[in-house]
């Protein structure tokens, strides 16, 4: 998806873009729309301060620049108007700073472009025979015939030849290629001695390449009818990372997978071989000296405490005692304890199942630290561990929990009872906690085992703070058939919310009780909710003979309601 971005962001930048002609750091050519004259561009390679004032005398707008900072503009006008005293004038053209000379005379005569660069005098270096001075102000030209043309065409040149060794200089932060070289005439300027720059070794040049510093071709700025496309380079650099990253990863893939698949193979043959050593050690002949040179490798030694665990679960009486004596033999159980203490909880969960089901019980107090974990898993996987490793009270640890006792957990408990036979304890002792989960898992399982000797801790309950337990407790009472607790669901009615309403009512019709029958009907009476009227008709339907005798006399009422209601639960029909 990277890759298709890019290109079509760089199509839609690209459109319509066609290369200029030169290519700069920072000055650029003009481009502004202006009528077509003739442009002269073309002068020798030296132009003295009287060839630039004569030019400025005649009939041409001359730009001497051209900077996208206005100080860089400011300052070339500065320095040509000390050195000429014409007026030079700094124009702004779109995004430009353009030095010109006669700027009044732009769009009306032709244009001149003089880039001009200022060289030191010790640059120059003229050959012995060019030093020599004429007698006057000015130097001479060394072609007399060239002189006298240029004063033709009304361009004073006054040049001389240029040395070979003098070396042009750009002006700092221009965009010129190729510049003229302005020359001041004797006594008129003093320039700066400057030191030709030391030649780039290919080393300093590969740095600059791939370093994002102000000299790197990759952050060299190319306009396109004054737009940058620098985007372009980045775009590329983006196509290339993401080819580079998506090759990396897949040979990272490839190799993993690999290694997985050789290990997965390697894993199930030691499976195989382990298994049939166990065995054979168990109901065999055999004796634990294969399985010391297995434990004396870290991958091989895992593999068999995994393969011992998986036979230990269908093993009873003295075959799982001789495993559990090899277990700790080879010191496995060290193994098991480290990974039981380790910070990462699903090796926790490891250690908790490998110390369960071999029945050590060195690592229990992690397990209680366990019990209120913030990860449910293992706060499950501790519980489950402490029931198998208890030999008497298998159901302590509810006396200390204090995280929420989820559902989940609370039957994968009542599945580990039934599995492994456990002896089931008098869940009453819980109906006090703290903890409204535990409470509630209590009221659950005296209701499983049906622990009749609990009712009058359950009367209690009916008026637990939590509206879900005390709910929960009218329907136990209800299932048991707990009748003593009728006074008390009939006195706490009024202060419940609608649902532990509906449960007292419903309660009240499992266990039938004449006693209730003016309740049920002042309920009828004065409930508006059809849900709560039809559940009391039918908790004095099942009084017997005395409810049925009552809904009759209810149904010669004028009132219309009573009659749809009782009618809808005396047919039978419908149940």
Known sequence: MTIVIAFVVTALTLQGFSPSEENSFDSVRSHSMEPALPVLSTFPSELTVGGLVSLAGGNYAIQMGAFTHRSYAEALSNRIAGMTGLTVDVIEDGDLFKVFINSSLRGEAPCLFIPVAFHGERKVKAPAEEIKKPAGNNPVSTTDTSSEKAR???????????????????????????????????????????????????????????????SNPWLTRYNYFGKSVA????????????????????????????????????????????????????????????????????????????????????????????????????????DS???????????????FRELAFMGIRDGNDEMYKSLNSRNEILRMEAQIALVRLSDKDHFDFLSHLKRPFSLWEQITLHDLILQH????????????????????????????????????????????????VSRLAVEVAGDLGMKTTLETMKRMYKFQEYN??????????????????????????????????????????????????ALVKVMKSEYKNYNIIVRHVLDRRIY
Request: hydrophobic share 40%; charged share 30%.
């Open 152 to 214: 033709e065409t009304g361009i004073s040149q006054d040049s001389v030849s240029q040395s070979a060794n003098a070396k042009p200089e750009l002006v700092p932060d221009t965009a010129l290629i190729q510049a003229q070289e302005l020359r001041a005439e004797p006594q008129a300027i003093t320039t700066e001695d400057t030191e030709p720059a030391e030649a780039q070794t290919t080393v300093d040049r590969l740095r600059k390449f791939f370093l994002f510093n102000g």
């Open 231 to 334: 985007l372009v380079n980045a775009l590329i650099i983006t196509i290339i990372a993401s080819l580079a990253t998506m090759l990396i990863l897949l040979l990272v893939i490839l190799l993993n997978r690999r290694r997985m698949e050789k290990e997965a193979k390697l894993r199930q043959y030691l499976l195989e071989q382990y298994q049939a050593l166990i065995i054979d050690y168990l109901f065999g002949s055999s004796g634990p000296e294969p399985f010391r040179k297995i434990a004396s490798d870290n991958y091989r030694r895992q593999v068999l405490i995994d393969q011992m665990i998986d036979v230990s679960v269908n093993l009873k009486g003295d075959s799982r005692e001789k495993l559990t004596k090899l277990y700790l033999e080879l010191k496995l159980e060290e």
């Open 337 to 351: 304890l480290e990974r039981a203490h380790s910070r990462r909880w699903h090796k926790r969960i490891k250690g």
């Open 421 to 468: 036979d456990l002896p089931v304890p008098d869940f009453q002792r819980w109906l006090s906690s703290e903890n409204p989960t535990v409470v509630m898992f209590a009221l659950r399982m005296i209701r499983e085992f049906r622990q009749m000797e609990a009712e009058p801790e359950i009367r209690k309950v009916l008026l637990h703070r939590e509206p879900r």
């Open 500 to 549: 532990n309403c509906l449960e007292i009512v419903k309660s009240m019709g499992k266990m039938p009780e004449s006693s209730m029958l003016g309740f049920l009907k002042l309920v009828l009476d004065k409930e508006d909710d059809v849900q709560l009227q039809i559940e009391a008709v039918k908790a004095i339907e099942n009084m017997g003979e005395v409810g049925v005798q």
